[in-house]
């Protein structure tokens, strides 16, 4: 869009909510608009670093050893540091690092067996960067430390493999993608959906336009529920592990057995379960098989705590309204249904599809011609017309294998990988921008895709930027 033209249709859209804008160029070439509460938005400034691939000097040949290291060693990043060790030849695991001394013992014991040598067990994340003999590491920490964890990484040399939600705010995805550039790092985000072949297959699909336009999109992120929550007085802080550095970037709280185990429950540390946690596969995924669109322009959530009254800040359910100009995307999220499930093992790994009525995590797209059913991790997709009649379909298998798989195949060719630090940033601007809503006052938000800032609210702009404790900020200059 056109500058002038852009800045006309901005001074429009937030006309009605008293906000005047004015456009200038700032000193750097880089565009700018300045509203009346002196917010200044830049057009964001890694858009102008990106690189389709490194330089292949730096690449590690085939068969050459890649060592790797696991940070945050709960169940998850156990099962991915033990998948990757499963699947890839000539890779081994020198530290296993947690805070937490109870975590990680089966990943070391499993490791041990499987490379005759037992991994170093530290606390400190920042003892893996300074050595040099890691060329990777897989970051499974909680949400809140994602971002610095990756851009620690990224400064020392380390190619990444990061969970989602990638970020914790808009400006941190953004300061991801420029440590990523200027490093020239890999970063593989844990969106394995963008390395199933159903999900290109569907892509392929869409794209011949067999569905017709795509008009309306839902979304569907309904876990199993409800699941009760008693949160526990603060108590001393136990031996086993450093609480300073579990909480990192966020405030300073005393030691709370709730907070540490159940942190997806508190906005300090997450986006929510069913939300940051979970639906972030399904957004991710609606976004590759529509081929990335990109922002909507205005998302309204709304939501609340319905089923407890209890001491949980994230809401037990959320619907969130997105537009995206020429077609809506509606997605509902919550932890109250017990009649709802997700795509049970036999389907992700066989030849079924869902029971897609009560099928907790489907994607429903919406076309003038045909509507589509699509489930994630494993679930395939399928093409139905009137009367139910199924006029095409693929059958699914969990990507897990082969997104870890790529992600070593990338450190190795530097070659970007299948869910690169761009896409899984614009994917989980989504869930950031639901939340935004929601804790903003369950108002409308409006939002400049060109500037990648929210147009009509303060109190969301500051959330969208965070902040930090002292010594665990995001840098400024990656």
């Not at 800045?7 to 859209?13: A, F, T």
């Not at 990757?84 to 296993?96: D, G, H, L, S």
């Not at 907070?259 to 639906?279: E, Q, T, V």
């Not at 994630?376 to 199924?390: A, F, H």
């Amino acid at each position: 869009m056109k500058r002038r033209q852009f800045c006309s249709n901005l001074s429009l859209g937030v006309a009605g909510l008293g906000l005047a804008t004015s456009c200038s160029n700032s000193g750097d070439g880089i565009k700018t608009t300045i509203q009346n509460d002196g917010i200044e938005n830049k057009v964001p400034a890694y858009r102008k670093k990106i690189k389709s691939d490194f330089k292949p000097g730096t690449a590690i040949g085939a068969n050459d050893k890649v060592v790797l290291a696991l940070i945050g060693a709960g169940n998850w990043g156990t099962n991915l540091i033990l998948t990757v060790t499963e699947i890839n030849k000539n890779v081994e695991v020198k530290y296993v690092c947690d805070v937490d001394d109870t975590r990680g013992g089966r990943a070391i014991a499993e490791l041990e067996k499987r490379q005759n040598f037992k991994p170093k067990r530290v606390r400190d994340m920042r003892e893996v960067f300074d050595d040099k003999d890691v060329d990777a590491v897989i970051i499974a920490t909680p949400q809140h430390w994602h971002a610095l964890a990756a851009i620690w990484a990224c400064q020392a040399g380390k190619d990444v493999y990061v969970e989602k939600s990638v970020s914790f705010n808009i400006r941190e995805g953004q300061k991801m993608i420029e440590a990523a550039m200027k490093y020239e790092r890999i970063v593989q985000c844990g969106m394995q959906n963008r390395s199933a072949d159903f999900a290109f297959s569907a892509r392929e699909y869409i794209k011949s336009g067999e569905l017709g336009k795509i008009v309306a999109v839902n979304v569907s992120g309904l876990l199993d529920g409800p699941v009760p929550f008693n949160e526990k007085e603060d108590s001393k802080t136990p031996d086993t592990i450093d609480w300073d550095m579990w909480l990192g970037p966020a405030p300073e709280v005393p030691y709370n057995v709730s907070r540490n185990k159940s942190n997806l429950y508190y906005w300090d540390y997450s986006g929510g379960n069913a939300l940051g946690n979970d639906a972030i596969h399904q957004m991710d995924l609606t976004r590759f098989v529509l081929n990335d669109p990109g922002f909507p322009s205005s998302v309204y959530c709304a939501g609340g705590r319905y089923s407890f009254e209890d001491n949980r800040e994230i809401p037990d359910y959320q619907i969130t309204t997105y537009d995206y100009g020429s077609f809506v995307m509606t997605l509902q999220t919550g932890q109250f249904t017990p009649y709802m499930s997700k795509t049970n093992a036999e389907i992700r790994f066989g030849d079924d599809f869902p029971e897609w009525i009560q099928n907790s995590t489907k994607i429903e797209i919406y076309g003038t011609k045909r509507k589509m059913f699509v489930g994630r991790m494993g679930g395939g997709w399928q093409v139905s017309e009137k009367d139910g009649l199924i006029v095409a379909q693929e059958t699914g298998r969990f990507p897990l294998k082969a997104h870890m798989e790529n992600f070593v195949d990338c450190i190795r060719t530097r070659q970007q990988p299948n869910a690169d630090i761009i896409e899984g940033h614009k994917s989980t601007i989504l869930i950031h921008l639901a939340n935004l809503s929601f804790r903003t006052g369950k108002n409308q938000l409006f939002f400049s895709p060109e500037y990648e800032t929210i147009t009509n609210s303060r109190k969301a702009q500051n959330l969208a930027i965070g902040s930090y404790r002292k010594g665990y900020e995001i840098p400024e200059i990656v």
